[in-house]
């Protein structure tokens, strides 16, 4: 399909283990959004991308998150060491243009992890 | 910082019942704001959108406009169908472009 993809849908892992997820954004989208959703939370900013370039890293909760996106298109977000308070859903969004002229945001269904 | 607050939920509705659900925010400026929808199993899609003070956004029977004043971007439908059942966030746009959500209102239309 042509919208946001992401992968795995559905993640455990045992405390301790480290976690990779991926998203596929729309094909020519500059900026790349990861986002966390806590459950019945709304979702929480966690870093930007535009192209290949990591602007904005505020969001990451700890050391332990780290996401890139090496070629300007798939990005990766990566949790060492996971803890249980890490479970959430893990939201992908991406969009044509950049900063206040962003346009709509694209949002992928999204990565459940849940740390046992 | 910039910030939304909306209205807790659940809210459980009859069919063709009126729909109000408020948002309020905090924000430097006059930033973009939005309500996003996420129905159940499937991903946040934008439902409607407000760019400057007085706009309008409409979408699907669905209106929200854009209250300087109040720092208010409120969600109302006339009358509601099953199919709107789902989770509502207001947001805005900070500076980079990103969202910045309220906790979502789950909304539960019964026939």
């Known amino acids: 399909g042509a919208g946001v993809s992401q992968s795995p849908r559905y993640k455990v892992a045992k405390r301790g283990q480290d976690v990779a997820l991926r998203c596929d954004p729309i094909?020519?989208?500059?900026?790349l959004f990861w986002y966390q959703q806590a459950l019945g939370q709304g979702p929480e900013f966690l870093t930007y991308?535009?192209?290949?370039?990591?602007?904005?890293k505020s969001g990451l909760p700890s050391d332990r998150f780290f996401a890139e996106r090496p070629e300007g298109s798939v990005s990766t977000l990566k949790i060492q060491r996971t803890q249980q308070e890490d479970s959430a859903v893990y939201l992908c969004?991406?969009?044509?243009?950049?900063?206040?002229?962003?346009?709509?945001?694209?949002f992928g269904e999204g990565s459940r992890l849940t740390v046992l | 910082g910039n910030s939304v607050t909306q209205m807790e939920g659940p809210v459980t509705l009859s069919e063709e019942a009126f729909l109000t659900i408020n948002c309020t925010y905090t924000?430097?400026?006059?930033?973009?704001l939005f309500w996003y929808v996420q129905y159940p199993g499937e991903g946040l899609q934008l439902l409607l959108k407000a760019t400057k003070a007085d706009d309008k956004g409409s979408n699907k029977g669905f209106e929200a406009t854009y209250r300087k004043e109040t720092t208010s971007f409120h969600l109302e439908k006339g009358s509601v169908q099953v199919s709107d059942s789902a989770v509502y966030f207001c947001?805005?746009?900070?500076?980079?472009?990103?969202?910045?959500f309220g906790k979502g209102t789950k909304l539960s239309v019964k026939p």
């Open positions: 947001a805005l746009r900070g500076s980079q472009g990103n969202l910045i």
């Open positions: 991308f535009q192209n290949e370039a990591q602007l904005d």
């Open positions: 094909s020519g989208h500059v900026s």
């Open positions: 969004a991406s969009s044509l243009r950049t900063g206040m002229n962003t346009g709509e945001l694209f």
């Open positions: 924000a430097t400026g006059y930033p973009s």
